[in-house]
């Protein structure tokens, strides 16, 4: 089951972020224990239903043990989502991270239709993209909620 997790993982479509969309990280865990660290700001690179990267001065465990608490909007949408760093490396003078969200199906059905909506906003002139990509979305929620369902 592990294997065909991974390969629903792969085939998630990412929406790259256009226009500086930030958001606030901190860490909320430790080993299960919670804390109550501050918050930094992030820039989003790019998103999708699963994930994240995002770029900051700061240097995030990449660890399970470690979990983080991600801040953003994108117009009207708010989300607090939860996750961990599952990898990090130094691109200039900043480190780039790669961030999976704890899965919980409401809450990726409601950041796909907010990454729609951004995507809509982005691009209004390419509505074919934008059509190409609720496709691909949509087919990829459908194949990760039936594998999810096989583990249960």
């Known amino acids: 089951m592990e294997r065909k997790l991974n390969k629903v993982r792969r085939n998630v479509v990412r929406i790259r972020i256009w226009g500086g969309v930030k958001a606030d990280v901190a860490i909320s865990e430790i080993n299960g224990m919670a804390v109550d ?11 999708s239903p699963e994930g994240m990267q995002f770029l900051t001065y700061l240097r ?21 989502l939860a996750g961990h760093v599952n990898w990090r490396r130094l691109d200039e003078n900043q480190y780039l991270h790669g961030c999976e969200f704890t899965p919980d199906p ?14 809509r906003l982005m691009i209004p002139e390419q509505q074919r993209i934008y059509e190409l990509y ?8 459908e ?3 039936s594998v999810i369902d096989k583990r249960q």
């Open 37 to 47: 660290t501050k918050s930094a700001s992030v820039l989003i690179q790019d998103i």
């Open 143 to 145: 194949t990760a909620a």
């Open 106 to 119: 409401g809450i990726r059905r409601a950041l796909s239709a907010a990454l729609k909506e951004k995507l």
């Open 60 to 80: 995030f465990p990449v660890s399970q043990d470690y979990r983080i608490r991600i801040n953003l909007s994108f117009g009207e949408w708010q989300f607090s």
């Open 134 to 141: 609720r496709r691909v979305l949509d087919a990829s929620q």
